[in-house]
């Protein structure tokens, strides 16, 4: 079983939808989680950062985590073509988030004009 | 500000050869990690540089071996190229307990 598992989709949305990204993970050590947002042949972006179980709000976008179900969800409000990516789920535990980090293997976004 | 950068951007090698990847961190960041992604994966760690030592390391064969140096940039060396080391490689940087910010990686096709 791999540590982080993530649905690699494709998901395929209309302009304007609300996206929902999930991930599970197994090892109750993590404590640092972080969704990366990667274009086709780019590096990843950080788009957000959280610590512990709660929600994070920027923008449109909106991060929860669950420690007790270990479940991290990405939302994304009013999506735009121009966030057609794979997104990643990545955490890490003690040591802070400079710690190795635990990457899912990714979700392919789409959002259709 | 400038952030994250590697060259080349692009490399092709043959089996058995040998490569060197650069990075230079953001700005003000002083830890350098290192990892591979394969196509359609995502990320995996390979080691972590702080301080010119090696901090953490991955599950990678000692084929792939690593350099920090005083300004903080880092290179990842890869011994007798197998056709499964083809992959982008990617550096992050970060400071202290922060978070890891990317560069835009380095696509290496092994032959």
């Known amino acids: 079983q791999k540590e982080v598992e993530q649905d690699p989709g494709p998901l395929s949305v209309p302009e304007g939808a609300i996206v929902s990204l999930n991930c599970t993970y197994s090892?109750?050590?993590?404590?640092?989680f972080m969704w990366y947002r990667q274009y086709s042949r780019k590096g990843p972006e950080l788009l957000m950062y959280?610590?512990?179980?709660g929600n994070k709000e920027d923008g449109r976008f909106t991060a929860q985590v669950d420690k007790s179900s270990k479940y991290i969800s990405l939302f994304i409000r009013d999506s735009q073509p121009s966030d057609s990516a794979t997104y990643l789920c990545a955490m890490s535990g003690g040591g802070g988030a400079t710690n190795k980090l635990i990457f899912g293997t990714g979700t392919l976004l789409a959002v259709q004009p | 500000d400038a952030g994250v950068t590697q060259s080349p951007t692009h490399l092709i090698k043959t089996r058995g050869q040998q490569v060197t990847l650069r990075c230079s961190p953001k700005s003000g960041h002083d830890t350098v990690s290192w990892y591979q992604q394969a196509l359609g994966q995502g990320p995996q760690f390979i080691f972590q540089?702080?301080?010119?030592?090696?901090?953490q390391r991955g599950n990678f064969p000692d084929r792939f071996s690593g350099h920090q140096f005083p300004n903080y940039s880092s290179e990842l060396n890869v011994n007798a190229l197998l056709l499964g080391d083809s992959a982008l490689y990617l550096c992050?940087?970060?400071?202290?307990?922060?978070?890891?910010?990317f560069g835009p990686g380095t696509r290496l096709t092994v032959l």
């Open positions: 540089y702080y301080e010119e030592e090696e901090r």
């Open positions: 992050a940087s970060s400071l202290a307990t922060d978070t890891q910010y």
């Open positions: 090892n109750s050590a993590f404590q640092y």
């Open positions: 959280t610590y512990s179980s």
